[in-house]
Structure formats: structure tokens, C-alpha cells
């Protein structure tokens, strides 16, 4: 299978990355790229660490994932014991592959090399990374659940995200 890399967002990467596209149906699952950058770029402003990377497969640039640490989204449920992933936690806060480059084994591998990034613990030691998904997104769900995420129901965000937790 052809070599799939992870490169941090720079100046030279960051407008082909703003390029790539997911599917029409699966618009609701996922931020623009764009977007992405731009809360990457407010959350960084609050001191809240993030790291963005496009994806590549030999130089071609085919999708981005973001990983943050210690963010704390809207929870659904007021009962704080629900939430006991979030502090001091590594996050998968994006990832897509886009359109054209979907169901050839590409996000598999990025999810495992952003994984190999996370346990480099770049803001200090932490037991899980978590993320969360459209609870309708059968793809994510089966993609994350072979790495070994669990979903936490009792969390659920809103706007319909299921959180999923991974012990480091
Ligand atoms: C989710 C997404 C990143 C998967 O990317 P991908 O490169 O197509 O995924 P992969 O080819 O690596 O496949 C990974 C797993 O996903 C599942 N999968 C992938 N394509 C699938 C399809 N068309 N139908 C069913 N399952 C599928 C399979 O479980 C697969 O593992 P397997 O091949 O061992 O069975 C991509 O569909 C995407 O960008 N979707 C829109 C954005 C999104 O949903 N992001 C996740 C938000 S948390």
C-alpha cells in the first residue's frame, strides 16, 4: 500500500489542504478545513494547545485531522461525572479524507500515526484521548471502534455527537 504521511499545517501546505472536499451526505459530519484552521486559531489564542496536519499519500495531499488537548465542548448532559475523559485529555477533534481518496485504507492509517503523535504526549502525560461523531456516521464509528474507542452515551454533546474514549 502506498506510504500515507502525517505534516504539521505550514505555509506551504495550508492552501491545498483548504481544498480538499468530503462528500455532499457527509457535509454534516465534519467542519470545512477552513473552519478548522480558523477555530485552531482561536482556541490557540485561549491557550488551549492544538496541532493540525494534512495527510498525505506520496506528496498528494488527500485529507487533515487536528489533534487538541484539554478542550471542553457543550455537553448535553448537566451531570459533571458523565465527562471524566475531558481533563487533561488528548483530543481527535477532526479528521476527513477527502471525497476522491475515501475507502482505499487512508484514514486508518492516519488515525494510527495521530495516535503515535499523541502518545509523544506533546502536553505532558494524559490517560485518554477522546473524540466524538455524528451518531448516524457508521463509517467513523466502525473506523474508531477498531482502534479501540469506546462510546460514552451518557455524554452525548450537542448537536447529536457521540463521544468515544481510548485509553493511551
Ligand atoms: C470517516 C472517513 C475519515 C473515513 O476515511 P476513509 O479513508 O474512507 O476510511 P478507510 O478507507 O481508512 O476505512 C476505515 C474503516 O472505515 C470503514 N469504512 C470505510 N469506508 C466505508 C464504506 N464506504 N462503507 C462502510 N464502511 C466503511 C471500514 O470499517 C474501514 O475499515 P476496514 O476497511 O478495515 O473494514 C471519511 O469517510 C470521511 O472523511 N468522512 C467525512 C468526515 C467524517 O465523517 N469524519 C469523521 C468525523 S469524527
Not at 485552531?40 to 495531499?61: D, R
Not at 474508531?144 to 485509553?167: D, R
Amino acid at each position: 500500500m502506498e506510504k500515507v504521511k502525517i505534516e504539521r499545517i505550514n505555509d506551504a501546505n495550508f492552501y491545498e489542504i483548504t481544498r480538499l472536499k468530503v462528500g455532499k451526505e457527509q457535509k454534516n459530519f465534519v467542519a470545512s478545513n477552513t473552519y478548522s484552521l480558523a477555530h485552531a486559531y482561536l482556541a490557540q489564542n485561549n491557550g488551549i494547545p492544538v496541532f493540525p496536519f494534512g495527510i498525505f499519500v506520496e506528496e498528494k495531499p488527500i485529507g487533515f485531522l487536528m489533534i487538541g488537548y484539554n478542550i471542553f465542548p457543550n455537553k448535553q448532559n448537566e451531570d459533571a461525572n458523565c465527562d471524566w475523559f475531558l481533563k487533561d485529555s488528548y483530543v481527535l477533534w477532526r479528521l476527513m479524507i477527502d471525497k476522491k481518496y475515501q475507502s482505499k485504507g487512508y484514514a486508518k492509517s492516519a488515525v494510527k500515526l495521530a495516535l503515535d503523535f499523541v502518545r509523544t504526549f506533546p502536553c505532558g502525560k494524559a490517560k485518554y484521548c477522546w473524540l466524538s461523531y455524528n451518531n448516524d456516521n457508521y463509517v467513523a464509528k466502525s473506523l474508531f471502534k477498531s482502534f479501540g474507542f469506546k462510546e460514552v452515551p451518557e455524554a452525548f454533546y450537542k448537536g447529536g455527537e457521540m463521544p468515544a474514549v481510548l485509553s493511551l
